[in-house]
């Protein structure tokens, strides 16, 4: 994503040779987001991702990339980790642990539709059914207790009513996942960052077809229902407002429960997940703008943009249709 640490030629090469990609042709650096340093890695082999991880550990990275790879093994269309000789897919580059994937077919489709929403609750499902076996674990690490750790970081720099909603907002969160019904919420391994850039799509125009999911660096084990809100939040509304596309809501929700049936508790609870997924980025978006890290390329997101989508959840709160 954006660029934290400099890769130069003669470590792409060296890299590209040690999983034996064949001889590198271009290496170029990716603007877009803001947690690792990504680069485009073009070999004779074809075309590939490079990560550097800036926050992950060596110790925290197996359970993402044993994921991805498990999920691939499964059929998931998502970026299958390399190995070297020796099978490692956790890497070293420049000291940091670092991956090489293959790069996914197709484009990002920013403007979704009902079509483009029903193929992604679709693949949401499935992707959940095929990490229910999947044996390592560990908690989704931007959840409720880094919420809680953050929150007082950033009040400082908010205004009152900023602070107010922050407040209240991670109380009745914190009440909710102290609750029987919430304890009701199947889990299992989540993505749980699956905005509109980190699905691809291939196809003419009204009829591209998703060809998968990536960046999985935020996974962990967490309520199935937060993925899902997680995607409505994004795919589902007016990115001016916030305002949330019922219709588009409600499509990605039949087509991932005709894969994966929601329970009651889920349906009754989706309102108060949406807002949950709302406040996660809100708050993540405020420490990266108040608190940001020195990195080429790097443009931190606007943190106002989830301030209206929890205002939003809040005053309009939504409940799908059971069919």
Not at 4 to 9: A, D, I, P, Q
Not at 272 to 297: K, N
Request: hydrophobic fraction near 45%.
């Amino acid at each position: 994503m954006a660029v934290f640490t400099e890769v130069t030629r003669e470590q792409a090469s060296q890299l590209a040779a040690e999983l034996r990609l064949g001889a590198l042709t271009d290496l170029r650096g990716i603007k877009a987001g803001i947690e690792n340093t990504n680069y485009f890695l073009t070999t004779e082999a074809g075309e590939w991702v490079l990560t550097v991880f800036e926050r992950l550990t060596f110790e925290e990275l197996p359970f993402y990339l044993q994921l991805m790879k498990h999920l691939a093994r499964h059929g998931i269309p998502v970026p299958d980790p390399q190995a070297n000789a020796r099978g490692e897919i956790l890497l070293s580059v420049a000291g940091k642990p670092a991956a090489v994937v293959n790069k996914l077919a197709g484009g990002h489709q920013l403007a979704p539709d009902l079509f483009h929403c029903e193929q992604l609750g679709a693949m949401l499902a499935r992707m959940h059914l095929a990490a229910q076996d999947f044996e390592l674990y560990q908690p989704n690490l931007r959840g409720l207790p880094w919420w809680t750790g953050t929150v007082p970081v950033v009040l400082p720099h908010v205004t009152a009513e900023q602070a107010e909603l922050l407040s209240s907002e991670l109380a009745y969160q914190q009440t909710l996942a102290a609750s029987a019904t919430y304890a009701e919420l199947p889990r299992g391994p989540i993505h749980a960052d699956l905005f509109r850039d980190n699905a691809m799509f291939e196809g003419l125009p009204g009829r591209e077809q998703l060809t998968g999911f990536f960046d999985f660096y935020f996974a962990g084990v967490d309520a199935w229902l937060f993925d899902v809100a997680v995607c409505i939040n994004d795919w589902c509304i007016d990115l001016v407002t916030g305002r949330l596309d019922e219709a588009r809501a409600q499509v990605l929700v039949n087509a991932y429960a005709k894969v994966r049936p929601l329970n009651g508790a889920e349906y009754r609870l989706l309102p108060a997940l949406l807002r949950a997924a709302a406040l996660r980025f809100w708050i993540s978006r405020l420490w990266d703008f108040h608190l940001p890290r020195d990195a080429a390329l790097l443009k931190p997101h606007d943190p106002g943009h989830f301030e209206r989508v929890l205002r939003e959840r809040v005053a309009r709160p939504w409940h799908a249709l059971q069919n």
